[in-house]
């Protein structure tokens, strides 16, 4: 399979209304090849959706887009715009009748320029809006499901990590997370680790999802070590008036929950402005008691979001748009059970809920200047939460301390407490008794990048680009005393211990790729990041804790680094249906400073990691296209790996680096579509992640040796899809989809033989729905997790370990009428 981009030649670029002079009866690829002279726009379509067609007349002054309409009259094909590019494709209608449209057309961005997905010389897994509406997705948890491989684990409540290929660690994330083209992370907090949260919205009115596998260390910079996923949310259509409205409700052990959409798209200048307002509020029903409170269906949890696009094209070839999205979310309390407790039952001594915040700024530039397109982003976010977390464990583990005892008596470290003594420490542990954590935090970050790459395709393209990054975040970490009754912090009775942290980092990195042989069947990829980061962190201790000893807070620390990242890849096009690529690339993230008091100097800071990632991949189409079956296999060593341990009283957790691990995996996709009503698709990944250097330290517990399986990361994933359509009568047709998704084996831990390893995984989920749908309405019913499925999905490993397993057997029906 192969794809043709026809690059313009600059001729009538200062024309609004081009003048055209195609003669009929032009084969069709030679006819965009004249349209794309006279117009001097790119043209993107796969060769084996225009062969053996040819082209109507077009002659006189008009617009662009209304010649290529009349060009490609009667065709069967249509068009749309794509960053400035035309891009041809089948005409819905067409679709039912040659399968294949969904195959050759699907375009990608994972390059940072418009590409065909099976031409792109990586493994990449793209799901469009439409698919994802199908599937029901509205969150990350649901749409990790359909892409094995892709990893989401909870941290605590409204907490979650990501992670890519077995490349699983706290500190920096180790996949990037993309709105659009501005990167989001979440903040250091206590523990140094930005990774282990992200600001999720809800999957509303998008576009597109892209998830790029493998390191991406060149176009994406840090946090890229296990690759890349990417959201694209629809932007305003300029030339059409129209939206939708939807609702839902569903219930789950007996909870309700519901949910209302609203979209409205409106050109204020046709084709030249317009705006794009996506309104939500979903409410999720709870499942989860607590029984040492006494307290039935805890944990249900709410969003509403605003997001407001305003896009605008004043010439051809300048299009501009602003993006600013907010959104309010609450998580009632843990979604966890207690380890050794039933399914879905907590035994946490105090209350837990989540608090999330997050506004996002986004404004970018598409300007194309002869041969060459710039591109510039500029964004801010700005994230508040407060998260709650459970500390009573901490302190039950520390009301016999003898340090504990001195520190709070204010005696010599090197002397004794007498049996009072420690009887009356003991007693003051047990007055702050239970405690949680109350930990306000504020995130603020600014995003700049300017790219420049060829617009054209000629035997050489490239990307060149600048980047900018500004990150600042502070919490104030509040131990307090819980209420034994309701769970609920108790004001009056003071701090346990408070401090303050504050986080600065900044990077900078020069970037750039250029491809050989752009044109041809044979290409060669060279790439390359400088990147630069300092990173800043201060403590204060307000109120010492003598529990667990914040004595030593106050510090203030700086690290920085410099270095390179580079990319290698070779493909080759065998035939029209088959590629395959080789790749070498590197990934990294930024080291930093751990904020836990009283850490010996030499686990103070921790440094940089990086990973170097050999991957060959083939990418194959069979049966005129109707079959697509790719697959990669792939070896990844990981160096200075950063890992989170706790400290030997558990109350702290520090970031530190691990020395070296080893990956290896495949990944394979494929998708059959039998006929117009039947099309499905399978889905695997396989993945073998190792230590292979001992890691041990007097000062940290939960650390491992080599030959240990990395934590939290299954051997094998899979997800299988089917979809069935047909019509029911005039206007009026059926949809039928089930989806599977299997998550093998792991374990919460490296030393699979202690009491506080959890076994993971072992998990089937189907879900299935179906809908009847008009030209304007569609109402649908659906069931998720149909086997009630509880095993195990991620532990945490404090004091007192939280398992986390999926949402239980949900059923609920959907109405949405488009307008």
Known sequence: MCCAVLASVPAHAAERRPLFAIPAGLPLDKALTAFSAQSDRDILFPPGVVSGLRGRSVSGRMDSGQALSELLKGSGLTWRDFQGRFLIERAPAAVAIDVAADVEGVVVTALRRPTLEQLTPMSVRALSGEELRRAGVTNFRDVAALMPGLTQTSTGTGRNRLSLRGVYGSGEATTALYYDDIPVTGPSGTTADPGGSFPEFLLVDVQQVELLRGPQGTLYGSSAMGGAFKIMFNRPDLSRRGGMVEGEASTNAGDLGGAQTLVVNQPLIADRLGLRLAAYHRDEPAFTDNARLGLSRINGSSA??????????????????????????????????????????????????????????????????????????????????????????????????????????????????????????????????????????????????????SAGLGFVAWTAGLFHEVRNDTIDSQVVVGDAVSGLPSPSAGFTGRRIVDSRLRQRAVFGEITLGADRDSTLVFGARHFSYDKQTEGRALVVNVISNTSEANFFATTQEAGWSLKFVASHRFSR???????????????????????????????????????????????????????????????????????????????????????????????????????????????????????????????????????????????GWVEYRRPLAANLDFLARGDASYVGISHSAFDTGTAADVKLGGLLLLNARASVQTASWTLGAFVDNILDGDRPTFATAARQPQVFAPRPRRFGMSAVYAF
């Not at 598409?366 to 901490?394: E, F």
């Not at 204010?410 to 047990?430: F, I, K, N, R, W």
């Not at 080599?706 to 997800?719: L, T, Y």
């Open 577 to 719: 249906s088959i590629m395959g690529y080789a790749q070498a690339a590197q990934g990294f993230r930024p080291g930093g400073i751990n904020t836990v008091p009283g850490l010996p100097p030499e686990l103070a800071a921790y440094d940089a990691d990086s990973l170097w990632n050999y991957e060959a991949g083939l990418k194959t189409a069979w049966l005129d296209s109707r079959l697509v079956l790719n697959a990669t296999v792939y070896r990844i060593d990981w160096r200075d790996m950063q890992y989170s341990a706790n400290s030997t009283n558990g109350a702290f957790a520090f970031i530190t680096n691990l020395g070296q691990a080893r990956v290896f995996g495949l990944e394979a996709e494929t998708v059959y579509t039998a006929s117009p009503a039947w099309k499905g698709g399978l889905n695997l990944s396989l993945t073998d992640a190792v230590l292979t250097k001992d890691q041990a330290t007097n000062y940290a517990i939960g650390l491992g040796s080599a030959g240990d399986r990395i934590p939290v990361v299954p051997r094998a994933a899979a997800s």
């Open 304 to 453: 509403s979001g605003l997001r407001l696009g305003v896009g605008a094209e004043p010439t051809e070839n300048l299009q501009l748009n602003l993006t600013i999205a907010h959104q309010d979310a609450t998580d009632d309390d843990a979604s966890a059970s207690s380890l050794g407790a039933p399914s879905h039952v907590s035994e946490n001594y105090v209350r837990t809920p989540f608090r999330s915040r997050m506004t996002l700024y986004d404004g970018s530039l598409n300007w194309r200047v002869s041969s060459v397109q710039l591109t510039a982003t500029a964004a801010s976010y700005q994230w508040d939460s407060t998260r709650r977390i459970d500390y009573t464990a901490v302190l039950l583990s520390e009301r016999r301390s003898l340090d504990g005892c001195k520190r709070y008596l204010g005696l010599p470290m090197e002397g004794a407490c007498t049996p009072g003594e420690l009887d009356s420490y003991s007693a003051y542990v047990d007055s702050r008794s239970p405690g949680l954590l109350n930990q306000p935090i504020e995130l603020r970050a600014q995003v700049q990048e300017l790219r420049l790459r």
